[in-house]
């Protein structure tokens, strides 16, 4: 927990000096969080359950896994895309509240609003799947280099003929982040997929 206060600290100092460079105060920052800060699972609902009910299940399940009480985990979570028609499978995501009042307090103290939260493997897939050139630019071009494509992300249509973004399987785009997420690259990839989530 110390080393997790002093990362605050530097945090909130380094979000402090960017802040004044932008001239600005209560500037928006949008946060992915590694794989060891949370949890995350599936839970399987009958289908004709409301989703209302899936609350305080998501709610359970997260408070277990986290060995929290319920009052003290953070949560998310959403219908997942499979469905075999007599189950809804459920993703959710969760963490200590503690952590997350800690994020909260440390970005406000900085003269910033944490607007989003997101793990960093959500924030690296929107980058690649908006990448020119997919996981083939993802993995032989230097990260100076990349160009990300705003119109995936709901923009309007591309007007010109660049190279179109990437509409690679989700088994070649995990294949990539395995690897890049191990090299300096990811960190880039996830600061991209940060910063294409303010435009979407």
Known sequence: MADNMADLGVLSQH???????????????????????????????????????????????????????????????????????????????????????AFKNCTRAAGWRLAAVELERQAAQRGVRALQGGSVSLLTQAPQDWQFRLDTLGGAAPTDDRTPASEESEETIQAALVQIMHTPGGARLVAAGLALKAWQ
């Open 15 to 101: 979000l402090r000096e960017h802040g004044r460079s932008r001239g600005g105060s209560h500037q928006r920052l949008n946060m992915a969080l590694p794989n060891a800060f949370v949890r995350e699972g599936f839970l399987d609902f009958p289908i004709d359950l409301p989703e209302e009910n899936w609350l305080y299940e998501v709610q359970l399940e997260v408070a277990q896994a986290c060995q929290l009480e319920l009052d003290e985990v953070n949560f998310d979570f959403e219908p997942a895309n499979t469905t075999d028609g007599l189950v809804q499978r459920v993703h959710w995501v969760g963490c200590a509240q503690a952590q997350m009042t």
